[in-house]
């Protein structure tokens, strides 16, 4: 069996510079990948977002030129 000693995980109390360059070096990498895959999120949203609105707006518009057309005019 392991003893005590061999399971506890250790923590370094002083970390050199290069240590510490290479760690910020792979968390500024991850950081661009999530930064890169939310905006990737938002932009598809709004264009999911921007079709709703563009469809509503579509309608509204054709609603009121037939309203327009049918009790003003009397085209139709």
């Known amino acids: 069996m392991a003893s ?7 923590v370094p ?3 050199a510079p290069a240590e510490i360059a ?3 070096a792979k968390l500024d990498a991850i950081d ?3 930064e890169f895959v939310l905006g990737e999120v938002a932009q598809k949203e709004g ?4 079709g ?6 579509g309608f509204l518009t ?7 057309l049918k009790f003003l005019l009397h085209v139709i």
């Open 32 to 34: 661009e990948r999530v």
């Open 47 to 50: 264009l999911r977002i921007g």
């Open 4 to 10: 005590k000693e061999e399971l506890e995980v250790k």
């Open 52 to 57: 709703h609105i563009g469809f509503l707006y």
């Open 62 to 68: 054709g609603s009121m030129i037939m309203l327009i």
């Open 13 to 15: 109390v002083v970390m």
């Open 22 to 24: 290479q760690i910020h």
